[in-house]
């Protein structure tokens, strides 16, 4: 079974940049895409981004393209999201978890990690 612990995620001001790490264990890591998610307080959980199993293609949300950037290094089994220009919007817990693409939406499984919350100051 996959496990997914998200780290990274603190007070930033707003403007500034700070890089989410997801660790993954579980030998299905490499051979899935991976997607970041978040969900602020009274809204539903949204995506972010996703990147193919092999991380030669990489989609966004309209609200963070050109801001952020996911990546992975599949030989250490992790994902990363990079937040540039961060805004107070952006304030949310983000989750990284495994999807798929059906139809033209992204679709999580159901293995979650923790969540790291990511507070952005005005």
């Known amino acids: 079974q996959v496990q997914l612990v998200e780290s990274g995620g603190r007070l930033v001001q707003a403007g500034g940049s700070l890089r989410l790490s997801c660790a993954a264990s579980g030998r299905t890591f490499s051979s899935h895409a991976m997607g970041w998610f978040r969900q602020a307080p009274g809204k539903e959980r949204a995506f972010v981004a996703a990147?193919?199993?092999?991380?030669?293609?990489?989609y966004y949300a309209d609200s963070v393209k050109g801001r952020f950037t996911i990546s992975r290094d599949n030989a250490k089994n992790t994902v990363y999201l990079q937040m540039n220009s961060l805004k107070p919007e952006d304030t949310a817990v983000y989750y990284c978890?495994?999807?798929?693409?059906?139809?033209?939406?992204?679709?999580?499984?159901?293995?979650w990690g923790q969540g790291t919350q990511v507070t952005v100051s005005s």
């Open positions: 990147i193919s199993w092999g991380g030669a293609r990489t």
């Open positions: 978890v495994a999807v798929k693409l059906v139809s033209s939406d992204w679709v999580p499984y159901d293995y």
